[in-house]
């Protein structure tokens, strides 16, 4: 056989969902037996455009426990579009008493400091939490975010042709509240831990 058949392709493509697999579930067994160190967030938004704002944030400790839960009333947003309400069901109604992203911030800073930030789909929570950030004129939490989805996304292994990528995968047991995706997101990290490689 030549070096471009398609068998050696086919054998490469397996050996590379392999390893990317083992990686994966080295990176959650890493998580869980550092069980200090790191914490999962997520956030619920007014949509997914740059001037939208979080509206909700959970962050749950390694052991599930949850160290913030809350609504936050949004500064520029009056409204939230149908759209995004029918995804997580948070009408602008329910935010009237709700704290400020600017209220909030000290709690945030103070939880995320000196900790790993593990989020499904962290590109899109970091980005919404520095975006309100700068939107509320308040610093951004500084943190090292790691994104859960795209080792959960190597985990599973299902390519993308178009991407020439792994397909990313929605987040199983999810509610849409944040910290029920927090937590839904803890599981999947412990279903990789313990996952034969």
Request: include cysteine; hydrophobic fraction near 40%; proline fraction near 5%.
């Amino acid at each position: 056989m030549q070096d471009g058949s398609p068998i050696r392709a086919t054998s490469e493509a397996a050996a590379r969902k392999a390893r990317d697999r083992r990686e994966a579930i080295a990176w959650a067994r890493a998580l869980i037996d550092e069980s200090v160190g790191w914490v999962i967030l997520d956030t619920e938004t007014t949509g997914l455009g740059l001037t939208d704002e979080v509206i909700q944030i959970g962050i749950i400790a390694p052991d599930g426990s949850a160290l913030l839960d809350s609504l936050v009333r949004p500064l520029k947003r009056q409204s939230i579009p149908g759209a995004a309400t029918a995804v997580h069901g948070i009408k602008i109604e329910q935010l009237a008493g709700a704290p400020t992203f600017p209220e909030l911030a000290p709690r945030l800073e103070e939880i995320l400091r000196e900790r790993r930030v593990v989020a499904y789909n962290a590109e899109y929570d970091r980005r919404l939490i520095k975006q309100t950030a700068l939107l509320s004129a308040v610093p951004s939490p500084k943190s090292r975010w790691e994104c859960a989805m795209r080792a959960y996304s190597r985990f599973i292994g299902e390519w993308d042709f178009r991407k020439n990528d792994y397909r990313f995968q929605r987040l199983p047991s999810g509610d849409h509240s944040a910290i029920g995706d927090c937590r839904a997101t803890l599981k999947i990290i412990g279903t990789m831990a313990s996952a034969r490689d």
